[in-house]
């Protein structure tokens, strides 16, 4: 009959097709995922609860939604050390605008966006303007965005939040919960921003050749602060969720957040060297980190192991992307090609 295939085609097809798939950057790491996922469902009647499966993805909703903005810092060639603090100070000023200025929610929540946008653009001021090293001045500048938090608060906690502003972190709409839908979004427009626009176009030129972006006449300065701006706006926006997740605002909030958010973006294929990176690898990482931090709870292990896996895991990923860049092989590491 017409129209009707071969085995012998119709194998070679599902051969191309299973190979085009693997050709993303993003396949491994899936892969991975999926794996450690089925593994995980099927020893474990706990991890496959669904309550569980639901306080997996808010643990990682909120790592995600920092992880988008220093994806995009890493994909530019540099990176923002200072997330966390900005992520509390954001939290803890949202907290207080409310508590001691007497604005409501939404207005106390933007207000929160809004120094987290002025802390981005500060950042991304004195890594384009003054050109100080990313790294060195985004550790300077959380330094000084955590004092700041520490200042305005004097260390002490806020509690009785209202609805109002614990909606992103607890809210639902229907039976799904706010923060998981608001992840989605962040990362299908962070995708689309990434790959579908000059903007995203013109941050992948700079990490991948800087010298070249400035020769074509790119205006690398004000893209370098728009992806700080962006940056901060998205910690500040993670500072805000995880406040309505906790329901208490603590002027500690957000120091845990930087070393999570960082392997997310390494783990799901983003090249420290710039250039390259993807939000839909940098959730994949994300929920890869979550899964393992939930299994040594639901296994009962020893819950300090947390810091160790997360290593390791960012070690694979290191040693992983190497493998793929050509600049790590066996002959290198059993010293044959010395």
Known sequence: MRGTQSPTTLHEATRARIREMLAYRESGVFLALVVFFAIMYAVSPIFRAPFNLTTILRQISVTSIVAMGQTLVIVSGAFDLSQGSIAGLAAMSTAKLWHNLGFSPPLAIAGGLGIGVLCGFLNGVLAARFRLHPIVMTLATGAVFLGVNFYITRGESIIGLP???????????????VLIILMFIVALLMHILLTRTLFGLRVRMIGGNLKASQ????????IRIGIFTLSGFLSALGGIVLLGRVGTAIPQIGQGLLFPVVTAAIVG?????GGVGSMAGTLIGAAIMGIARNSLVVLQLNIYLQDIVQ????????????FRRGELTWRIIFGKDR
């Open 163 to 177: 609805d109002g502003l614990t909606w992103l972190g607890k809210g639902r709409i229907g039976s799904v919960p």
């Open 215 to 222: 020769d074509v006449g790119m205006n690398v300065e004000r």
């Open 269 to 273: 294929g983003t090249l420290l060297t």
């Open 311 to 322: 290593g390791l895991l960012v070690v694979v990923a290191l040693l992983i992307d190497q």
